[in-house]
């Protein structure tokens, strides 16, 4: 089955800077991905996503970047902000009903 | 609002005894789900539904049991409560079975005592 890994389980900046969330996946065959927020308390957001046959996606001061290669996806978010503290996961599709499998989350907080 | 909506919000019960968790999205989606959320906050599917139909039942014990009355409503009954039952049990929703963003309830938090 697939298995979805974020690399650091937290991570701080600082107010203003930009925050970069890192991703791994092991299913080649996966070509969905997907960014969500959880705040404390709440469901978690979605954020933004792309598909296989894109390499890079932005929205609103984010930016999520693939790399099929080495099965690497990452979130980039600009001039973090201190509503920008939550938990991040990265989901990718896998199995027969191509589902999201999440990873184990990244605790964001920033710093003022 | 348009949203998905799980009641109740907390959830305290003891060992032994069978409790529901209800859910309703008023997106016009075709695809419910449940998840389990641990303590580490590992989100892990359970089951999903298009449709009324069961279309995912990941490894999960028997004495969950989920219904789906109608494809706006997916309910999650769980019998003979287990203290490793204590978790927040989220509802999600989409459009289609396609790739498409889930959208997610405020969850339950469950615990056993």
């Known amino acids: 089955g697939e298995s979805v890994g974020l690399h650091l389980p937290t991570l701080s900046v600082q107010e203003g800077d930009n925050s970069i969330i890192n991703c791994a996946y092991s299913?080649?065959?996966?070509?969905?991905f997907i960014w969500y927020k959880q705040e404390s308390g709440k469901g978690p957001q979605f954020i933004i996503d792309?598909?296989?046959?894109?390499d890079k996606r932005q929205g609103q001061r984010v930016t999520v970047l693939l790399n099929k290669t080495v099965k690497h996806l990452s979130l980039q978010i600009a001039a973090t902000q201190p509503g920008d503290s939550a938990v991040y996961f990265c989901?990718?599709?896998?199995?027969?009903?191509?589902?999201?499998?999440f990873g184990s989350g990244t605790q964001l907080t920033v710093l003022p | 609002d348009t949203a998905v909506s799980q009641t109740p919000k907390y959830l305290v019960t003891q060992m032994g005894n069978d409790k529901s968790i209800k859910c309703e999205q008023n997106l016009g989606h075709d695809t419910m789900y449940w998840y389990k959320q641990d303590s580490k906050k590992f989100l892990k599917i359970m089951f999903s539904?298009?449709?009324?139909?069961?279309?995912i039942n990941e490894t999960v014990p028997n004495r969950f049991s989920p219904k789906s009355p109608d494809k706006a409503h997916l309910n999650l009954h769980i019998n003979s409560l287990e203290l490793g039952d204590s978790a927040v049990y989220f509802c999600?929703?989409?459009?289609?079975?396609?790739?498409?963003?889930?959208?997610f309830g405020n969850g339950t938090r469950l615990t056993v005592t």
């Open positions: 539904y298009n449709n009324k139909e069961l279309i």
């Open positions: 792309i598909r296989s046959n894109m």
């Open positions: 999600a929703s989409k459009a289609g079975t396609g790739n498409s963003p889930l959208h």
């Open positions: 299913n080649s065959a996966s070509d969905y």
């Open positions: 989901g990718v599709n896998s199995g027969s009903a191509r589902q999201l499998t």
